[in-house]
Nanobody
Framework: VQLVESGGGLVQTGGSLRLSCAAS????????MGWYRRSPGKRRELVAV????????KYAESVKDRFTISRDNVKSLMYLQMNSLKPEDSAVYYC???????????WGQGTQVTVSS
């Protein structure tokens, strides 16, 4: 399974961005998926996760009510709609897929999000 993120960029405070994560390869093995981020000098942190069927979703407290995670299993895509962006949201955002059969997680290469004040 390969994951490729897109949609990052530079946006002003209060603006919006939509990140996409495209999966390819053995996508039938993808279970839960999630978005993580890493800011300079900080550990990578969970932003949001979504179950395989999309019925279970969890957000970090810092992004609740501002970010929305979703997925389209037919198209093998996952999204992160980010609204009301703040400078502290600036980070490299990574897509993660948990795989069945004990194959372990897969990560994308990351996409940079920069929010200017």
């Amino acid at each position: 399974v390969q994951l490729v993120e897109s949609g990052g960029g530079l946006v002003q405070t209060g603006g919006s961005l939509r990140l996409s994560c495209a999966a390819s390869g053995s996508t039938f093995a993808i279970d839960d998926m999630g978005w993580y981020r890493r800011s300079p000098g900080k550990r990578r942190e969970l932003v949001a996760v979504i179950s395989s069927g999309g019925n279970m979703i969890k957000y970090a407290e810092s992004v609740k009510d501002r970010f929305t995670i979703s997925r389209d299993n037919v198209k093998s895509l996952m999204y992160l709609q980010m609204n009301s962006l703040k400078p502290e949201d600036s980070a490299v955002y990574y897509c993660r897929a948990d795989l069945a059969y004990g194959w372990g997680p897969r990560w994308g290469q990351g996409t940079q999000v920069t929010v200017s004040s």
